[in-house]
């Protein structure tokens, strides 16, 4: 899993902000990181939000990738920690110089960054589910 793809998207769903349902069926946030990323109120129950999601899919683990380069990063990685012991969740992060590139031929992916998409084994499109579970989303809908 892109560790801050699905947590600035939770983050993004919770505050009420704008997210898209693309063409492809994945959900955005309009949210550009560039290089820079900040723990918010709102981060854990985002998290949260995104481990119950995994639970409700049946998921028996999950491993976060984060880019170690985003200032945070390695906040972000303790609070993943913290909240999988928490709602007793197994997962494993890895801190890796770019999460893209690291989940290029990887299975089960789950991102929403096109350039991951396009490149990996396999993915699964988790955001739906949480966003629809999420009842402060602000969602729209691109259609041909």
């Given at each position: 899993?892109d ?67 985003v ?31 690291a ?26 589910q ?6 402060a ?8």
């Amino acid at each position: 899993m892109d560790a801050l793809n699905a947590v600035v998207l939770m983050e993004t769903a919770l505050s009420g902000s704008l997210l898209i349902r693309c063409l492809d069926g994945c959900i955005r946030d309009l949210s550009g990181l560039s290089g820079t990323y900040a723990i918010i109120a709102a981060t854990d129950p985002a998290i949260d939000a995104v481990l119950q999601g995994l639970q409700k899919a049946q998921a028996g683990r999950a491993v976060f990738w984060i880019d170690a380069p985003v200032s945070n990063s390695g906040r972000l990685r303790s609070h993943l920690l913290a909240r999988g012991e928490a709602l007793q969740f197994p997962l494993e992060t890895r801190m890796v110089h770019n999460a893209d590139v690291a989940l290029r031929n990887q299975e089960n992916v789950i991102s929403g960054d096109s350039i991951v998409l396009e490149n990996c084994r396999t993915w699964y499109n988790l955001y739906p589910q949480l966003v629809e579970a999420c009842p402060a989303a602000w969602l729209i809908e691109i259609r041909p």
